[in-house]
């Protein structure tokens, strides 16, 4: 909350927020006695980035002067990055019953994945209640850039064999 002198002036701000997150499950289940197998695997992942970039000049008492010789220059930049992969896999196998027999189920797998990505953010560049007082000012540059990626891969596997006639479901 001050006025400014000199002879080049330049605010800077960067965000480059970074999730990097692997989640993964494994399951087997093996029945060779003409008992059932039942197998499941399941991940998840939530990632979220939440962001405030700002870079400038603010006067909350009132507009201030801004007398420079040279240039002004005023940038806020957020590159959030979010990398997430998920999978799961699952297996079951039935063995060794008779076909038919009362009750056998066999072999049933599942296998799920799933991934929630939010990126949520602000850039500002600003030159608030600013009086430029110095006509032989240089250029005058206020940017603010905001650029977010989000590379997610998610995958469920499950596998499931049975012997002898009985359900394999997978």
């Known amino acids: 909350?001050?006025?400014?002198?000199?002879g080049s002036f330049s605010a800077q701000a960067t965000n480059a927020a970074t999730i990097d997150a692997l989640t993964i499950a494994g399951s087997a289940a093996v029945s060779t006695s003409g008992g059932?197998?039942?197998?499941?695997a399941g991940s998840g992942?939530?990632?979220?980035?939440?962001?405030?970039?700002?870079?400038?000049?603010?006067?909350?008492?009132?507009?201030?002067s801004l007398s420079i010789a040279g240039g002004v220059t005023v940038s806020a930049t957020d590159s959030?990055?979010?990398?997430?992969d998920a999978g799961s896999g699952a297996i079951a196998v039935a063995t060794g019953g008779s076909s038919g027999s009362s009750g056998d189920v066999g072999?049933?797998?599942v296998g799920a994945?799933?991934?929630?990505?939010?990126?949520t953010k602000t850039t500002t560049a600003e030159l608030r209640n600013v009086n430029a007082v110095n006509p032989g000012m240089?250029?005058?540059?206020?940017?603010?850039t905001?650029?977010?990626t989000i590379d997610a891969l998610t995958f469920g596997v499950a596998g499931a064999l049975s012997s002898s006639g009985s359900l394999a479901l997978a």
């Not at 240089?138 to 603010?144: E, H, I, L, R």
């Open 1 to 6: 909350d001050t006025s400014i002198t000199g």
């Open 36 to 40: 059932d197998a039942f197998g499941g």
């Open 45 to 64: 992942s939530g990632n979220y980035i939440l962001s405030s970039t700002t870079a400038g000049v603010r006067n909350p008492g009132g507009v201030k």
């Open 80 to 84: 959030s990055n979010i990398n997430a």
């Open 107 to 109: 072999a049933i797998a």
């Open 113 to 119: 994945a799933a991934a929630e990505n939010k990126i």
């Open 138 to 144: 240089g250029n005058v540059s206020v940017t603010a």
């Open 146 to 148: 905001s650029n977010g």
